[in-house]
T-cell receptor
Framework: NAGVMQNPRHLVRRRGQEARLRCSPVKGHSHVYWYRQLPEEGLKFMVY????????ESGMPKERFSAEFPKEGPSILRIQQVVRGDSAAYFC?????????????FGPGTRLLVL | KQEVTQIPAALSVPEGENLVLNCSFT??????LQWFRQDPGKGLTSLLLIQSSQREQTSGRLNASLDKSSGRSTLYIAASQPGDSATYLCAVRQGQAGTALIFGKGTTLSVSS
């Protein structure tokens, strides 16, 4: 049983470039969450998606950031025109359809470094 | 706005010691609370999930308690081992299943042999 997979694990970009982070949820999970962990900070929620729908994007910056979870394939977090302040670890979590004992399963993260 | 605080930020103990990690939250109207472990450069591993109606959960040497009315949770680790060295994160879910987790900054534990 494969867990949540994220790639790449490490990504280096220069200012102004685009970053694409991929997340493959646990097989059978239809809910995906993205979190960001800035240096010396706790994890902060960014966006929650179900297949083909964005449910809650209240934690995602309004500009330069977008997310999708298509019917087929991984969820993508896209950051356009990256700046140094985007350097962080980005974690994806998935969960099955809603149950009372729902647990979010986290991937290993993508560590983005903007030069 | 919900805020989650973890004290202490760092803790060093000798092997074999029992220890308690603390987590407090400002809004007691939570759905559940979860404790995670994060190893350096790695993702998060869920340790224990406590529903709002529960008082505690146990898994092996770990015991987590929840006092919702006072906005506190503790993670008790018995007979600590060097392999327990990691950062421990507390997170609360404010609404029903499907809403995001709100995390504390974590307690970094170091267990020396």
């Amino acid at each position: 049983n494969a867990g949540v997979m994220q790639n790449p694990r490490h990504l280096v970009r220069r200012r102004g470039q685009e970053a694409r982070l991929r997340c493959s949820p646990v097989k059978g999970h239809s809910h995906v969450y993205w979190y960001r962990q800035l240096p010396e900070e706790g994890l902060k929620f960014m966006v929650y998606l179900q297949k083909e729908n964005i449910i809650d994007e209240s934690g995602m910056p309004k500009e330069r950031f977008s997310a999708e979870f298509p019917k087929e394939g991984p969820s993508i977090l896209r950051i356009q025109q990256v700046v140094r302040g985007d350097s962080a670890a980005y974690f994806c979590a998935s969960s099955p359809f809603q149950t009372r004992d729902e647990t979010q399963y986290f991937g290993p993260g993508t560590r983005l470094l903007v030069l | 706005k919900q805020e989650v605080t973890q004290i202490p930020a760092a803790l060093s103990v000798p092997e074999g010691e029992n220890l308690v990690l603390n987590c407090s939250f400002t809004d007691s109207a939570i759905y559940n609370l979860q404790w995670f472990r994060q190893d350096p450069g790695k993702g998060l591993t869920s340790l224990l999930l406590i529903q709002s109606s529960q008082r505690e959960q146990t898994s092996g040497r770990l015991n987590a308690s929840l006092d919702k009315s006072s906005g506190r949770s503790t993670l008790y680790i018995a007979a600590s081992q060097p392999g327990d060295s990691a950062t421990y994160l507390c997170a609360v879910r404010q609404g029903q299943a499907g809403t995001a987790l709100i995390f504390g900054k974590g307690t970094t534990l170091s267990v020396s042999s």
